[in-house]
C-alpha cells in the first residue's frame, strides 16, 4: 500500500502550475516595488554626494585664494580646479555675486540621470561664511 501513495504523490508532480507561477512573480512585483524606490533614492544621494565633494574641494581653493590676493576668483581658473573625470555633473560654474562667489554645478546633458534643470550651488562671502542648496 505504501508504493501505491508514493506513485500518487511522486509520479503526478512534473513541473509547476500556474497558480504556483503567478504567486511566484507576484511576489517578486512586490520585492521590487519595494526595492526599486530605495535604489533610487540611494543613487541620488550619492550624485548628491559627488557634487558636494567638488563643491568642497573648490570653496577650500577659492579661500585660500581669497587669503592670498583678498578678492575672489569669479573664473575659476585661477584657483588650479581640476574636476575629476567621468563625474555626472558638469564643469562647476564660477559667477560673482556682490562680492562674493558663485560656484554652481549643474547636471549635462549627456549624462543621465542628471538633468540639465539639476543643480548644486554654494555661495561664498568675504566675511568668511558660505550657504549652498540644490534643485533636484
Not at 504523490?9 to 524606490?37: Q, W
Not at 530605495?38 to 567638488?54: F, G, H, P
Not at 583678498?70 to 563625474?87: E, W
Amino acid at each position: 500500500m505504501l508504493s501505491w501513495v508514493r506513485k500518487q504523490f511522486h509520479g503526478s508532480s512534473k513541473g509547476f502550475t500556474l497558480i504556483e507561477l503567478v504567486i511566484v512573480l507576484a511576489i517578486v512585483g512586490i520585492l521590487l516595488a519595494l526595492a526599486v524606490p530605495r535604489y533610487l533614492a540611494a543613487r541620488k544621494s550619492a550624485y548628491r554626494s559627488e557634487a558636494d565633494t567638488v563643491l568642497q574641494e573648490a570653496k577650500t581653493m577659492e579661500w585660500a585664494y581669497y587669503q592670498r590676493f583678498n578678492v575672489f576668483d569669479t573664473s575659476g581658473t585661477s584657483i588650479g580646479l581640476t574636476p575629476p573625470g567621468g563625474m555626472h555633473w558638469a564643469a562647476p560654474d564660477f559667477g560673482a555675486v556682490d562680492g562674493s562667489v558663485m560656484i554652481q554645478m549643474t547636471g549635462c546633458a549627456t549624462c543621465s540621470p542628471i538633468a540639465t534643470a539639476d543643480s548644486v550651488w554654494i555661495l561664498l562671502y568675504s566675511d568668511g561664511s558660505s550657504a549652498g542648496g540644490s534643485s533636484f
